[in-house]
C-alpha cells in the first residue's frame, strides 16, 4: 500500500540492463569461424573470477527462481520442471537442500551438465555456474557422468520426462551406448551451456578426452570442433529448435553478477552456427507482415504481427522501438513497457533465423501513449502519527482508532466499533478527508479502497462534502453519496470477518472542492458492527496544475553517503520537500524548506525518489544511498 499526494512515479523510469554491458563483446567485430570462437574465450575468461561451491547455494536463489511457469518461487530445476502443467514436486530453496535422497523429489543438489569426472573435478570448471544448475539429487544421480543424447526406449525416466537409455540420435556415427535425454523445453539450453564449455575452457578441453569412457564418445580431442560429429549435429539441432528464453537471458544476468562473466551464446545466439556450422545459412527471412497495437496504455503497448518464414527456420523476432532493439521473443506477440505517457513512438519488427540472418524491417507501426493517471491522494494507515484523516465523533465516547494491524493483509487500518465493555453506544462517528480534494482540474477520477466487517448490522457509508468546515459538527453540513460506491452490510453471523476490495471506481460525479468521509451510525438501535478501512487512494489526470518542467533544481551529494543532502535552485528561495521510497511510502514531508541542506534519517541503501516543489512547479529526482 502507497501513501502519496500529488505524485506519480509514472514519469520516471528505471532501466535494468538485460544483456551484456556496451563494449563487451566489442573485439568479436570481422571475425567468424574459430577465430570468432578464441576472441570469445579471451572475452569470458579474462572477467571470470571464480567463486566456491558453497557460494552456489545462495546463487541459485537468484539465478534459478521459477517466475516464469509456476511463477511459485520455488527452485526451478529442469529434470523436474513440467512446462505445461503443474510440476510433481517443487523445493523450496535452503531447507530441501541434498543431503540423502531415496528417490525423486528428496532434495536438489548441484548438478554439472558438463560432467565433472570429464575435467578430474579441476577448477574453475568445478565451480563455473554456467554449467552447474541445482537439480533433484535423485535425477542427477541417475544421469551420473554420461553423455546427453536421444532416447527412444527409455530404461528409466524422471517424473518430468527426462529419459535415460541407449542413444538413438541419427547420425551415422553416432554413439549407441547410454545417454541422457532432457525434455525439449530445455535441449537448446544444454546446448548453448555445452559451447559456452567449449569456448571458455579452449585451452584445456583437447586433453579432456580422455579422461573417462564417456567423455571420449563425446569429445573429439581438440580445442576448435571440440565434440565429436555427431555431439556437434545434435548440439545444433538442440540449439537450432529451442531459442533462447527469457529464463536463459536472466540466468545469464544473475551468473554475470556471481562471477564476473556471461555465457556469449546466449546473448548472442548466432554465434553459435557461425562458429560450428560449416555451411551456414545465407538466406535472410522473409519480413513479418501485419503488425498492429493494441491495449495501449500510459506505459505499455500489446504488439501482433504475422509470422516470417525462412528456409530452414525463424528462431526469433526483434522489436525495435525508434530504431534501437528493446526486445527479443519468439512468439508473433510482444508487450513493450517503461514507455513515457503521452509520447509517440515508432515500432517495426524484423525475423531472425538460427544463423544470424536478419528479414527486412515490418511495416511500421505509431503509437502515442495515453496520459498516465496521477495519486492525488492517498493512505495507508501505516503511520498513525501522521495520517491524511481525521476522526470526529458526535456520539459517545466511542471513536474511530488507528491500529497496526486488521487492514488489507493485516496491515496498519482505521477501525470504528460502537460496542465495548458488553455494552452498544449509540454512535456518529465520522473519518474525514484531512483537506479538502480539488476535484475542479481532474478528470477520469478514480477511487480505490478496503474494508472489513464483523458483527451486527451497522451501515458503513463513503458521502462527500463541499461546504464542511474542519472544526464544525460534521451533520451540520451537506453530505452526498459518493457516486457509484457501495459499501455492503455486514451478512454473516459472529466473528466472520467480510472484506471488500473496491477498484478503480468511476467518481467523476464530485466536482469542486471536496471532503470525503467514512460515515458510522448507529443511532437507530441497531446492533453495532466493527468496521475496519484501509488502502484509501484516488487517482485522477490532471487537466491543469503543476508544471514538470520549469522548475531548476539540483541535489549533491548523488550517490549520498553521510546523510546530508544539499538542494540548489535557480529560480526559487523557498520549496516543499518530499522523499519516498520505491513503494511509494512517504518518508520526509516539509513546506516551506528555505535552508539549502537537509539533514536524512537513517535509512537502508537503495534508490529513493526526491521531490521538490515550488512556484506551482515540480521535479523529481532519483536519489542513491549508500
Known amino acids: 500500500m502507497k501513501k502519496l499526494l500529488l505524485l506519480s512515479f509514472l514519469a520516471i523510469g528505471f532501466l535494468v540492463n538485460a544483456q551484456a554491458p556496451a563494449g563487451y563483446y566489442s573485439s568479436t567485430q570481422g571475425k567468424t569461424g574459430f577465430a570468432l570462437k578464441t576472441e570469445l574465450s579471451q572475452i569470458i575468461s579474462s572477467g571470470h573470477n571464480a567463486q566456491s561451491y558453497g557460494a552456489l547455494w545462495t546463487a541459485y536463489q537468484t539465478s534459478d527462481v521459477d517466475t516464469y511457469y509456476e511463477n511459485d518461487g520455488s527452485v526451478l530445476d529442469i529434470y523436474s520442471e513440467n512446462p505445461s502443467s503443474t510440476d510433481p514436486y517443487n523445493f523450496v530453496f535452503g531447507s530441501d537442500q541434498c543431503g540423502n535422497y531415496s528417490g525423486e523429489s528428496s532434495c536438489y543438489n548441484r548438478e554439472h551438465l558438463f560432467p565433472k569426472s570429464w575435467f578430474n573435478d579441476q577448477s574453475p570448471m568445478y565451480t563455473d555456474i554456467h554449467h552447474i544448475y541445482p537439480t533433484d539429487g535423485y535425477v542427477n544421480g541417475q544421469r551420473g557422468n554420461f553423455p546427453f543424447g536421444e532416447v527412444n526406449n527409455a530404461s528409466w525416466t524422471s517424473q518430468n520426462g527426462s529419459k535415460k537409455g541407449n542413444n538413438t540420435y541419427n547420425h551415422p556415427n553416432a554413439y549407441n551406448g547410454t545417454v541422457f535425454e532432457p525434455i525439449d523445453e530445455f535441449k537448446g539450453d544444454v546446448a548453448r551451456v555445452w559451447f559456452y564449455m567449449a569456448t571458455r575452457y579452449e585451452s584445456q578441453i583437447a586433453g579432456w578426452e580422455n579422461n573417462t569412457s564417456q567423455s571420449d564418445v563425446a569429445l573429439n580431442g581438440t580445442s576448435t570442433q571440440v565434440f565429436e560429429d555427431w555431439v556437434l549435429a545434435m548440439l545444433l539441432e538442440w540449439h537450432n529448435n529451442d531459442p533462447v528464453s527469457q529464463k536463459e537471458i536472466d540466468r545469464n544476468n544473475a551468473a554475470f553478477n ?33 503488425l498492429a497495437a493494441s491495449n495501449i496504455t500510459s506505459n505499455s503497448v500489446i504488439l501482433n504481427w504475422t509470422a516470417a518464414t525462412d528456409n530452414v527456420g525463424v528462431t526469433s523476432y526483434q522489436i525495435e522501438e525508434n530504431n534501437q532493439i528493446v526486445q527479443t521473443t519468439a512468439n508473433t506477440q510482444a508487450t513493450v513497457t517503461n514507455l513515457n505517457p503521452q509520447s509517440t513512438y515508432s515500432f517495426i519488427v524484423k525475423a531472425l533465423d538460427a544463423y544470424g540472418n536478419v528479414s527486412a524491417a515490418s511495416n511500421a507501426v505509431n503509437v502515442t501513449t495515453l496520459d498516465a493517471p496521477v495519486i492525488i491522494f492517498s493512505e495507508d494507515f501505516e503511520d498513525c502519527n501522521n495520517l491524511n484523516f481525521i476522526s470526529v465523533s458526535e456520539q459517545s465516547a466511542q471513536d474511530w482508532e488507528c491500529l497496526s494491524q486488521y487492514g488489507e493483509n493485516n496491515s496498519g487500518a482505521y477501525q470504528m466499533n460502537a460496542y465495548a465493555n458488553g455494552q452498544q453506544y449509540p454512535s456518529l462517528d465520522w473519518l474525514i478527508t484531512d483537506s479538502p480534494i480539488d476535484f475542479s482540474n481532474l478528470s477520469q477520477a478514480q477511487l480505490s479502497f478496503f474494508t472489513a466487517a464483523t458483527f451486527g448490522n451497522t451501515p458503513l457509508n463513503l458521502v462527500y462534502s463541499t461546504d464542511y468546515t474542519p472544526g464544525s459538527t460534521p451533520s451540520n453540513a451537506t453530505w452526498t453519496p459518493v ?56 487517482t485522477a489526470k490532471a487537466t491543469a496544475g503543476l508544471s514538470t518542467t520549469s522548475l531548476k533544481a539540483q541535489i549533491y551529494p548523488n550517490p549520498n553517503y553521510n546523510g546530508v543532502l544539499f538542494v540548489e535552485l535557480s529560480n526559487a528561495q523557498s520549496y516543499d520537500y518530499a522523499l519516498y521510497d520505491l513503494n511509494g511510502r512517504l518518508i520526509i514531508n516539509k513546506q516551506n524548506a528555505n535552508t539549502r541542506n ?6 537502508e541503501a537503495g534508490i529513493y525518489l526526491f521531490e521538490i516543489k515550488s512556484q506551482q512547479q515540480r521535479v523529481i529526482k532519483k536519489l542513491i544511498l549508500n
Do not use: C, H
Request: hydrophobic share 35%; proline share 9%.
Open 483 to 538: 457516486p457509484n460506491v457501495n459499501i455492503p452490510m455486514f451478512s454473516g453471523s459472529g466473528s466472520t470477518i467480510e472484506e471488500n476490495t473496491f477498484s478503480n471506481i468511476d467518481i467523476q460525479g464530485i466536482a469542486g472542492n471536496a471532503y470525503l468521509a467514512f460515515k458510522y451510525d448507529t443511532t437507530n438501535g441497531e446492533d453495532a458492527t466493527r468496521w475496519t478501512v484501509d488502502s484509501f487512494s484516488i
Open 258 to 290: 556471481f562471477q564476473g562473466n556471461r555465457n556469449p551464446y546466449i546473448d548472442n545466439p548466432a554465434w553459435v552456427n557461425q562458429i560450428w556450422n560449416p555451411n551456414p545459412d545465407n538466406q535472410a527471412p522473409t519480413a513479418p507482415t501485419n
Open 598 to 603: 537537509i539533514k536524512l534519517p537513517q535509512l
